[in-house]
């Protein structure tokens, strides 16, 4: 059998000699450079990664605004990435024209496929140029709200008060209302308190207003406004608006409504709720007492 497999590939014409010195010498040329260009990949991914963690941790020492330190920093990343393949294409010996045909080619056609994709990127380079928000600020957007956790160039990331993670398109933020409660360093708490019909009008004011007086985070200046505002279907409802350091908010807010609600029960001020009075009539009883007359 093996005589005759050896008489086969004699009959056949291969001159396995040609084809072992094919082998070695595209191993001893090209298979080198692809060895090469494998561990200049590598090394190369590496520095780079380095380099750039480097550069995004002296900006975060020099106190640089951290939105255009993670965005540059990735930006770079990228960049220096692409180059060094590009450059080990040309090495390998492909023609760099022809690859950058095809991937023209190739991108035309992606960006009609994912219009909405690029959309995100338009609205991402928009939010880190015109900067409506940076990282750690607390917004909300679309019905949601949350902290800026990252902002990257397709989508931003927040994080809810309940620490649910909320991934949103840079092209739906950049084409909604934004509401950064962040931007300012101050914020105005406002609360509406509501009261029995009958209640003292000047003793509630007063009551209210010394509970703000008292609480130790919010301003004196400008004072605490504490006024009624509404005369309701079963309420007097007052309007109380006191302004706190941002980080404050929260803190004031809830010892407030705690506090308040403790001074008027205090008085005996009674604070209304919904209530629905049901008057059952009797007609059988009404047309005996009409026959009655």
């Known amino acids: ?39 200049v990949l590598l090394i190369s991914f590496a520095i780079i990664n380095a380099v750039t963690k480097k550069i ?3 900006c975060q020492k020099k106190h640089a605004d ?21 450059c080990l294409i040309a ?13 023209s080619s190739i991108g035309i056609g992606i960006s009609l496929a994912v219009q909405g994709t690029l959309g995100n990127f338009a609205g991402g380079v928009i939010i880190i ?28 990331h927040i994080v809810t008060t309940d620490n649910k993670a909320v991934v949103i398109p840079n092209g739906t933020l950049a084409n909604n209302v934004i509401v950064n409660a962040s931007a300012k360093d101050t914020r105005r708490v406002d609360i509406v308190m509501q009261v029995a019909y009958g209640s003292d009008v000047k003793l509630v004011k007063e009551l209210i207003k010394k509970v703000c007086d008292e609480n130790e985070l919010a301003f004196k200046d400008p004072a ?8 309701n279907e079963s309420s007097l ?37 919904k209530q629905v009075d049901v008057h059952v009539k009797d007609e059988a009883a009404a047309e005996n007492k009409k026959g009655v007359k």
């Open 1 to 39: 059998m093996l005589f005759n497999l050896l008489e086969g590939e004699a009959s056949s014409g291969i001159d396995w000699s040609a084809v072992w010195r094919t082998v070695v010498d595209w191993l001893t040329h090209t298979g080198i450079k692809i060895v090469i260009a494998i561990a």
């Open 56 to 58: 995004y941790k002296t």
């Open 66 to 86: 951290e939105t255009i330190s993670r965005v540059a920093t990735q930006a770079a990343r990228i960049t220096l990435k692409v180059l060094v393949l590009v």
């Open 91 to 103: 090495y390998l010996g492909f023609e760099i024209a022809a690859i950058s045909a095809v991937i």
């Open 129 to 156: 140029v015109m900067r409506p928000f940076k990282i750690g600020d607390y917004i909300t957007s679309n019905g949601v709200e949350g902290t800026v956790e990252d902002i990257k160039l397709f989508y931003t």
């Open 224 to 231: 605490p406004f504490v006024e009624m505002s509404e005369l």
């Open 237 to 273: 409802d007052f309007t109380v608006r006191v302004w706190c350091n941002r980080p404050d908010y929260w803190t004031v807010k809830f010892a407030l409504l705690d506090n308040i609600k403790k001074a008027l029960d205090e008085n005996g001020i009674e604070i209304p709720f």
